[in-house]
């Protein structure tokens, strides 16, 4: 069992950057972990992700204003945000995979609302 706990949404205006953060109980076995994000009445989708290689796949919409980081001490994924615009308007996802078990973790979700 993994619990994901995200922080750092709230309100931003247009051009602003944020920051969110996700912490594990548990980074053991976890393949992959990332960031996607719900915006009303759209689909879940992704954000940005470490691969179960280590590497990173980012949205084209996000690339070159959002980075993922994380910090393995910490059992921490961060989202750092740039460049906003009110698109980016979502509650934002922590997701964690464990290929082990072929199982799906999520938090709970944290509100980015950019205002124009």
């Known amino acids: 069992q993994v619990q994901l706990v995200e922080s750092g949404g709230g309100l931003v205006q247009a051009g602003g950057s944020l920051r969110l953060s996700c912490a594990a109980s548990?980074?053991?076995?976890?393949?992959?972990m990332g960031w996607y994000r719900q915006a009303p009445g759209k689909q879940r989708e992704l954000v940005a992700v470490?691969?179960?290689?280590?590497?990173?796949n980012d949205a084209a919409s996000v690339q070159g204003r959002f980075s993922i980081s994380r910090d393995n001490a910490k059992k921490t994924v961060y989202l750092h945000m740039t460049a906003l615009k009110p698109q980016a308007t979502a509650v934002y996802y922590c997701?964690?995979?464990?290929?082990?078990?072929?199982?799906?973790?999520w938090g709970q979700g944290t509100q980015v609302t950019v205002s124009s």
């Open positions: 997701h964690a995979h464990i290929s082990t078990f072929d199982t799906d973790y």
């Open positions: 548990t980074i053991f076995n976890i393949s992959a």
């Open positions: 470490f691969t179960s290689t280590g590497s990173t």
